[in-house]
């Protein structure tokens, strides 16, 4: 099962390593990692992607409980979350329909040149999965996709 994790911790060396060591220490795998500083504050955001039965998540959260300077650790409750996915396609593919297909995904052309146009988009973990799934008409050169990040709500 899919669980999402946010953190709040201090913003100080050795914090994501010891997050790190607590999940690779215990068999645990993570999914998706992002971590950024939290304007105008000494702590940063940490939100984790995992997977794994009730009993395995509720160690995690203990766990990440027990780390010094983890100051909060909201696993329940709603979170608004997004993924982004950078694509990369070649300008010598028929790009019929992408124009309809970045509105239904909050996308855009994120960049071009003589080569090549790169589009991106943003939407939760599953819209983007069915996003990629769907630009693969295009035969990109390159999929590039972010960790989550979220907020509770």
């Not at 997050?19 to 000494?42: K, M, Q």
């Not at 203990?62 to 650790?73: D, N, R, S």
């Not at 855009?108 to 799934?133: G, H, L, P, T």
């Amino acid at each position: 099962m899919r669980r999402v994790i946010s953190a709040i911790v201090l913003n100080e060396h050795g914090v994501l390593s010891r997050i790190v060591g607590l999940f690779s220490g215990r068999g645990y795998n993570i999914d998706s990692l992002t971590v950024a500083p939290i304007p105008e504050s000494e702590f940063s955001r940490v939100n984790i992607v995992t997977s794994g039965d009730e009993r395995v998540f509720e160690q995690i959260v203990k766990q990440l409980h027990k780390l010094i300077p983890t100051y909060k650790v909201i696993d329940s409750g709603e979170f608004i979350e997004k993924e982004m996915v950078l694509v990369k396609i070649s300008l010598s593919e028929d790009f019929s329909g992408l124009d309809a297909i970045l509105k239904s995904y909050n996308g855009s052309v994120a960049n071009a040149n003589e080569n090549y146009i790169i589009v991106m988009a943003c939407d939760n973990a599953s819209r983007i999965d069915c996003f990629i799934k769907v630009m693969k008409k295009y035969n990109p050169v390159q999929i590039v996709r972010s960790g989550s990040v979220m907020m509770e709500i």
